[in-house]
T-cell receptor, first 117, second 110 residues
Framework: GAGVSQSPSNKVTEKGKDVELRCDPI?????LYWYRQSLGQGLEFLIY????????KSGLPSDRFSAERTGGSVSTLTIQRTQQEDSAVYLC???????????????FGPGTRLTVL | GENVEQHPSTLSVQEGDSAVIKCTYS??????FPWYKQELGKRPQLIIDIRSNVGEKKDQRIAVTLNKTAKHFSLHITETQPEDSAVYFC?????????FGAGTTVTVRA
């Protein structure tokens, strides 16, 4: 079946512009995560969506970052007034509901490489 | 929050030798520890995992050990092959969140 997909695969933008990154999770996966991977760094948690619950936005680095998930499926990560330090690979992952102590594997998308000039 | 540290950051091994990557975590409530492999330009993929009530798990040439008391866990790759060259990430899971280590770049020399 289809895995997690993300678009665009690459995005080059000028400092100060807004960008939108899209994630299509695996069908039936109620949990969706966004991560940021800077060069040579690990995966930094940004935001978590689970069903219709309020998202955990605790990882968003500033108020220029926002995300939404429409209809419990597709998610969009928006970065306003981009800065050069926003340059990174943005990864999306989805999983079955992780409820409590139960871990369900997170499946990652291919990522969007964002370059802010 | 959870803090995961991973060492070494880079590791070069001769083909056929073993590779060991070590991670420590801070939150004793973390209960699941997956390892992801990320090849250049590809997405991270789960290669092995271990639950907090298990001390060791093996899958062919890969094994993971967990010491809950010391809050550290390790990945062991035996008989390394060129296709093992990649970045490896450890992670600790609690509630719904994964906290990742910074990654280890493994290079297998032919």
């Amino acid at each position: 079946g289809a895995g997690v997909s993300q678009s665009p695969s690459n995005k080059v933008t000028e400092k100060g512009k807004d960008v939108e990154l899209r994630c299509d999770p695996i069908s039936g996966h109620t949990a969706l995560y966004w991560y940021r991977q800077s060069l040579g760094q690990g995966l930094e948690f940004l935001i978590y969506f689970q069903g219709n619950s309020a998202p955990d936005k605790s990882g968003l680095p500033s108020d220029r970052f926002s995300a939404e998930r429409t209809g419990g499926s597709v998610s969009t990560l928006t970065i306003q007034r981009t800065q050069q330090e926003d340059s990174a690979v943005y990864l999306c992952a989805s999983s079955l509901s992780p409820g409590g102590a139960r871990y369900n594997e997170q499946f990652f998308g291919p990522g969007t490489r964002l370059t802010v000039l | 929050g959870e803090n995961v540290e991973q060492h070494p950051s880079t590791l070069s091994v001769q083909e056929g030798d073993s590779a060991v990557i070590k991670c420590t975590y801070s939150d004793s409530a973390s209960n699941y520890f997956p390892w992801y492999k990320q090849e250049l330009g590809k997405r991270p993929q789960l290669i092995i995992d271990i639950r907090s009530n298990v001390g060791e798990k093996k899958d062919q040439r890969i094994a993971v050990t967990l010491n809950k008391t010391a809050k550290h866990f390790s990945l062991h790759i035996t008989e390394t092959q060129p296709e093992d060259s990649a970045v490896y990430f450890c992670a600790a899971f609690k509630d719904y969140k994964l906290s990742f280590g910074a990654g280890t770049t493994v290079t297998v020399r032919a």
